[in-house]
């Protein structure tokens, strides 16, 4: 270990920069968000300074340096990017044993600067020992995706207990223990969601209960997308990593699928046109069932659950029985797959309007309304339609879309087996067709479309694994 990683107390402490430009600001934001008195010696302040004026923590001595700058000082930046002052700076620093950080020249500094991720009062720092920063911050980038912004106030909520805490368990082992199982507990996911007077009231009974946890899990409701793992939300990802059970429909890929908690249990539940595998109302009452057993129930939903996928009617049921959900929104099929498709939604020139529809067939028809549909200088997303396409395209044009409109067809968006097919009413029944095209398919229909052949920029090579997109022959573990 080539450095003592510490963490300093600055609060009401005074701290000294060297140097008036844009490094030298960014040394000096450090400490008064630390608490710090911030004197800054320099002839001038760079304008990266005036977001920081107005604060009477921050001192401008509009001088050169002198040794007596230091007095009083716990911690010293040398930011003037004049080698020469920096190191007498240095120098003088070293002399009295004060800390000194000279920026960007980690050889003769007394300590260096971390890459910092602040969830306060929650800190974690990265470091290469100076030997490679951009690493540092690679690495405090990934770990941005894995710290929710929400432990601040996960560790907060801990500091106001941690007395009651002290009280009800005697040793230090019981208080571990405690910690441990209230951090793994609902508790957490309340704070991260907002509920916090929640998380409150069953971390007191609780610790009343000497240190036995909530008795109903949790339903977490969370869109999967349009396919591509990599367009999954941060929440989505740290949800699924936890989760006890996975309870999936048809059209969660395998390869997010296979992002989910790898001992967890998993359930498929998925539809199919005519085929349902398990009926809508029976899985609501799964979701009540597993979470009163106490478990975290992942409910991963194709798309957002909340376009066209029947989150509503889930949480209806999980509220009218009391069990705790959370909704996690995701990328939905219209924008992720458009937007890999080449096709604009909306654009100033061609729609100012985007309409949602599902195209489900019933008796042979489909009950939209028509007239709303075939309005001029909108977009039209048809979700679910592929076995419908003829009846859509001719009922446009009996209520007045030219046959001519551009439209598309796009099978399995956002993954390697993506299709884009285009034409017009006209023409796209028998392009798709001669497409051989498979669901999921989301069929866009405007001005927009035309736009394709120049913006479409997503040209994926076949996926090696053909069931990307395909129901997953997994029988259900519980």
């Not at 340096?65 to 930046?77: I, K, S, T």
């Not at 009062?121 to 951009?134: R, T």
């Not at 939604?345 to 939209?368: E, F, P, S, W, Y």
């Not at 419908?388 to 598309?408: I, N």
Request: proline fraction near 6%; glycine fraction near 8%.
């Amino acid at each position: 270990m080539d450095y003592l990683p510490i963490f300093l107390d600055l609060r009401g402490r005074k701290g000294l920069v060297v140097g008036g430009g844009d490094a030298a600001a960014r040394k000096a934001a450090l400490m008064l968000n630390a608490g710090a008195w911030v004197h800054v010696v320099a002839p001038a302040l760079s304008g990266a300074f005036l977001e920081l004026a107005g604060g009477d923590r921050l001192i401008h001595l509009a001088a050169p340096f002198h040794e007596a700058h230091l007095e009083g000082m716990d911690v010293v930046f040398a930011a003037s990017e004049d080698a020469e002052l920096d190191r007498s700076v240095h120098d003088a620093a070293r002399a009295r044993h004060v800390p000194v950080n000279v920026v960007d020249k980690p050889a003769v500094c007394s300590f260096i600067m971390p890459s910092i991720i602040d969830r306060s009062p929650v800190m974690v720092a990265v470091s290469s020992g100076g030997e490679a920063p951009v690493l540092s911050r690679l690495l405090r980038a990934r770990l941005e995706t894995l710290i929710p912004a929400g432990y601040g106030r996960l560790a907060a909520l801990a500091g106001r207990f941690k007395q009651a805490v002290r009280s009800k368990f005697g040793t230090t082992e019981q208080r571990r223990k405690f910690w441990e199982k209230a951090f793994l507990s609902p508790i957490s996911e309340m704070v991260f969601a907002g509920r916090e007077q929640e998380a409150e009231a069953s971390l007191a009974a609780m610790i009343a209960n000497e240190g036995n946890g909530p008795a109903t899990g949790e339903v977490y409701l969370v869109g999967a997308g349009p396919g591509n793992p990599d367009l999954l939300t941060f929440r989505a990802l740290r949800l699924m990593q936890q989760a006890d059970v996975v309870v999936y429909d048809r059209l969660v890929s395998p390869p997010i699928l296979d992002m989910c908690r790898r001992d967890a249990d998993r359930m498929y539940v998925g539809k199919e046109r005519d085929k349902h595998a398990v009926p809508q109302d029976e899985i609501n009452m799964v979701l009540v069932r597993l979470a009163r057993e106490g478990k975290r129930v992942l409910r991963l939903k194709g798309g957002d659950p909340f376009i066209f996928g029947r989150g509503g009617e889930e949480i209806e049921t999980l509220r009218e029985h009391g069990v705790p959900f959370q909704v996690v929104p995701a990328v939905t099929a219209a924008a992720g797959v458009a937007a890999y498709a080449g096709i604009p939604l909306t654009h100033r020139d061609h729609a100012q309007a985007l309409v949602l529809v599902t195209g489900h067939l019933k008796d042979g028809t489909m009950d939209l309304d028509w007239d709303m549909l075939c309005r001029p200088a909108q977009t039209i997303v048809i979700y679910m339609g592929l076995k419908g396409l003829v009846t859509l395209c001719e009922q446009m044009k009996l209520h007045g879309m030219p046959g001519d409109t551009p439209a598309a067809i796009v099978q399995q968006g956002t993954t390697p087996n993506q299709k884009t097919v285009t034409g017009t009413l006209d023409s796209l029944p028998a392009l798709a067709a001669q497409a051989e095209l498979k669901p999921p398919t989301l069929i866009i229909v405007g001005s927009v479309v035309s736009l394709h052949a120049k913006l479409n920029w997503f040209h994926p090579e076949p996926a090696a694994d053909d069931h990307w997109h395909t129901p997953l022959d997994r029988p259900a573990q519980l």
